[in-house]
């Protein structure tokens, strides 16, 4: 595919995207089942268009005096804004998009002027709730996230992970936020196929998050909790911490999230049980530790997730929050005493985060505040925040 083939195709994406309710990663793949003539770079190339756009949704549209509801204004204010020659993709060429109008510039506006909420890609309903985030985190939210890899312990030293990686043209550095960090520096596109990830050597993980799995502390021996699991990264980099040694459980209210866990843990030489919703109330006081990585805005994640930006609103934000105090209310009861609970969301927003914890604190005033910890941007990984406590 010719580069004006590929943004129309990112174009087509985000109507899809536009007119329905699948997550834009459904959407791409989706796309791809359906042109397999494109191959792998094509898709690669096509995907980062989409979400490049639509990272940068509102701004983009400004730029190209367009509106946020339409793919092809959204795409070509993409392109205006990484200074792209947008006459020559719209082309009109056969399988391009069509030639640019009169009422389309192919120059264009400068964002300085734009207001913040635009020039920053955030909804304007959200200025309230984002209070405390700093410019440079939502700017930082705007661009492509890194890839951050984390060293299975359970398999490898760090020093084997890096030599089996630049030996299949993985480059990688090591990163101080969490003790098995590595990102990729060059031939990212060789990781899923690589012996190292294959083997279980590492796992694609980012670094904040890695860095919270750190923070909880499990040690050998103890019997954890990740009562909100999903595909399982943190319960994977917690059995790594404990060194194989004592009772990793994982859960989640919709199982479904967790149908890889098994096969990954498998890879990764970690032993991890799976528990059902109607086991949990057998295992009052059961755990060391438990982890809440509740469901939230994902707002320390939306350069990689951007579409969860923009579909989140003021009642589901409401909701979240809802939740989040009753996972750390049901999980409290989880705990053995004298055993911890972690608190962990990948939100950058306070009412997420600290608002949630010092809620915790009012309903529990005998358990004790170990750390707390709001990882931002600027600190190299996602948004990630986290609450210890320890009951008494």
Known sequence: ???????????EVLDTWMAGDAGLDRVLASWG????????????AIADLAYGAVRRRRSATWVA??????????????????????EDLFDGSRHGPARLSCDEPGVGRE???APTAVALDYPDWMGAALEGVGAADLAALRLRAPLDLRVNALKADMATAVSTLAAEGVAVERQGLAPFALRVTSGATRIAQSRAYRTGLVEIQDLASQAVAAMAAPQPGERVLDLCAGAGGKTLAMAALMAGQGVVDAHDIAPH???ELLVRAERAGAAVRLVASQDLPAATQSYDLVMVDAPCSGSGAWRRNPDAKWRLTADRLAELQTVQADLMDQAAGLVTPGG????????LLASE???QAKAFEARYPDWRALASRQFRLSDGGDGFYTALYERP
């Open 111 to 113: 964002l300085a002027s």
């Open 257 to 259: 999230r967790m149908r």
């Open 353 to 355: 985060n600290a608002a």
């Open 1 to 11: 595919m010719n580069p004006a083939a590929r943004v129309a195709a990112a174009i």
């Open 65 to 86: 005096r367009g509106s946020e509801d339409t793919a092809r204004d959204v795409v070509r204010g993409a392109l205006l804004l990484d200074g792209a020659d947008v």
């Open 340 to 347: 911890r609970l972690a608190y962990v969301t990948c939100s």
């Open 33 to 44: 089942r359906s042109h397999r003539f494109a191959g792998s770079g094509d898709r690669r």
